[in-house]
Nanobody, 124 residues
């Protein structure tokens, strides 16, 4: 199995940028499709972005499309979420997740492994 640890969260003003990182250990990220999800207070966990094992298929939630970029570096066992033009509504705990599926997945139930999350707060 794989262990995931997120980092890079913090407090940023609206319009700013953050880059989240997710470090994997135990097994190579090349064995998994990967995803980012987020959960705001009082809300359910929601899909943000996903990429297949090969990195060739990437999908984004409509709310982040054009602002967020998901990338992966299987050689380093890392995945990243570059977040630009941040908005207050992006405030949430962001989670990195891995699924044994080869293909991108958009629902949380399809993921097998989760990190502990990293807080992102966007002030207006």
């Amino acid at each position: 199995q794989v262990q995931l640890v997120e980092s890079g969260g913090g407090l940023v003003q609206a319009g700013g940028s953050l880059r989240l990182s997710c470090a994997a250990s135990g097994r190579s990220t090349s064995n998994y499709a990967m995803g980012w999800f987020r959960q705001a207070p009082g809300k359910e966990r929601e899909f943000v972005a996903t990429v297949g094992r090969s990195g060739s298929n990437t999908y984004y939630a409509d709310s982040v499309k054009g602002r967020f970029t998901f990338s992966r570096d299987n050689a380093k066992n890392m995945v990243y979420l570059q977040m630009n033009s941040l908005k207050p509504e992006d405030t949430a705990v962001y989670y990195c997740a891995a699924t044994i599926s080869a293909w991108p997945r958009v629902t949380a139930d399809e993921y097998n492994y989760w990190g502990q999350g990293t807080q992102v707060t966007v002030s207006s």
